[in-house]
């Protein structure tokens, strides 16, 4: 689009606003602070770079195969580095411990340190960008039985919290590196296929083995701490150790993040209204913004309404600066640059609609106790100029506009992704 009409549009478009009390010149500076975690296992469907470890595990799939993965932590940041290009704003990057460079040496889990991953400090430092960070475990001979910190074997539940405790101290010097505090989630995959007989012993040893991952106070300027629930995977259809009601008690007893996934919930529940509850009783969220489909958790995030309520609570709430967001969800079916970007952008879209929104007026509204004028004006909001804000901001962050974004993921795969 020209410039003289993107001009234009965003100029009716602010006056369109103004007279609903909008400032779109301060929308669009709150929406360019608003930093997005880019997932480093959409590039690779999960693989990562590790000598050692089995097949991909943990109740965890990738399904398709799109030629062009990155093969290499080189490839990968290639293919980071051109995602980032086509989303407006300045965002961060969410490794995994097998992301790790290892020299072609086998360095198992409990081993990993900060050396294996000086190239993707320098890489962020490179960029002005942060990072964040995952113990992986998954995808391991001692994570085969399908139990990890909560593994009745003691030696196995050693293994795994010296892991996570390397990973904290991983967390801690990117976050040092890069003047950024790091986000270092701990997830794991530990349950049951069919109904178990004691649900209590292995969430009390998990409990457990948290502590000891945890007992090291770390400076918060440098790391956080993130437990992450899940409702069931793969392989742990009947009983997940590390639900969302286990992890929401402990991280509410430790005052630690919680991450809430919007795949990680019943079908029929809303993620968003979790948000303000969570909130009530830890300091920060961590969100991992994917979309669930059946009881798959993990495709590619569209402009759904979920995606909206999740925008508006946290906009509506002020909760920004108190969320770290970032996106979750691997697909091998599509060029997977495509598959950042189209994700991204769509947080960010929804970011935008949620601020743009006359929610302070909805909210006078409702204290007013007239919820006919709520409804009407949050109805009449769907279909005010907001893409014209968009287009704007995207041409103001020096990203695409509209779909032309797509030209420029086509010529990456012809040139780069096609040799591979």
């Not at 904290?168 to 790091?182: C, D, F, K, N, V």
Request: glycine content about 8%.
């Amino acid at each position: 689009m020209r410039k003289a009409n993107l001009d234009r549009a965003y100029r009716l478009a602010r006056e369109r606003y103004a007279g609903l009390g909008v400032d779109t010149d301060e929308v669009l500076r709150q929406l360019a602070s608003v930093p997005l975690s880019l997932h480093c296992w959409q590039g690779d469907d999960v693989g990562g770079f590790e000598q050692a470890g089995g097949d991909l595990s943990g109740g965890l799939v990738a399904t398709g195969n799109y030629p062009g993965k990155a093969r290499t932590p080189d490839e990968l940041r290639a293919d980071a580095a051109q995602a980032l290009s086509l989303i407006p704003g300045r965002h961060r990057f969410n490794l995994h411990a097998s992301y790790g460079e290892f020299g072609g040496r086998k360095v198992d889990r409990n081993q990993v340190a900060p050396e294996h991953f000086r190239g993707w400090i320098a890489w962020a430092k490179s960029l002005g960008i942060g990072l964040d960070f995952n113990p992986t475990c998954f995808s391991h001979p001692k994570a085969d039985g399908g139990f990890t910190l909560s593994h009745q074997d003691k030696a196995v539940r050693r293994f795994w919290i010296e892991h996570c405790q390397a990973c904290r101290e991983i967390g801690a010097a990117m976050g040092r590196a890069l003047g950024s505090p790091t986000v270092t989630n701990v997830w794991i995959p530990d349950g049951m296929k069919d109904t178990p007989a004691d649900r209590r012993g292995p969430r009390e040893r998990l409990a457990e083995s948290l502590d000891a991952v945890f007992r090291k106070k770390l400076n918060p300027k440098h790391n956080l701490d993130a437990i992450e629930g899940k409702l069931f995977g793969i392989g742990a259809e009947s009983y997940t150790v590390g639900m969302h009601e286990f992890y929401l008690g402990y991280a509410v007893k430790h005052q630690k993040l919680v991450c809430l996934d919007a795949g990680h919930y019943h079908p029929s529940e809303n993620m968003a209204d979790k948000i303000s509850s969570v909130l009530c009783f830890v300091p920060e969220i961590l969100l991992h913004v994917s979309r669930g489909v059946r009881w798959d958790s993990d495709h590619v995030v569209t402009l759904t309404d979920d995606l909206l309520a999740i925008a508006q609570e946290l906009v509506r709430g002020s909760y920004l600066k108190r969320t770290h967001l970032g996106l979750d969800f691997f697909d091998a079916s599509i060029n997977r640059v495509a598959a950042w970007v189209i994700g991204a952008r769509n947080l960010l879209r929804a970011l935008c609609f949620a601020m743009l929104e006359p929610w302070a007026s909805y909210q006078r509204l409702e204290r007013e106790g007239d919820y006919t004028a709520r409804l009407a004006l949050m109805e009449e909001a769907k279909t005010l100029p907001w893409s014209a804000v968009w287009d704007y901001h995207c041409a103001q962050q020096e990203a695409p506009v509209g779909e032309t974004w797509l030209a420029d993921v086509k010529r990456y795969e012809a040139e780069v992704q096609s040799a591979r």
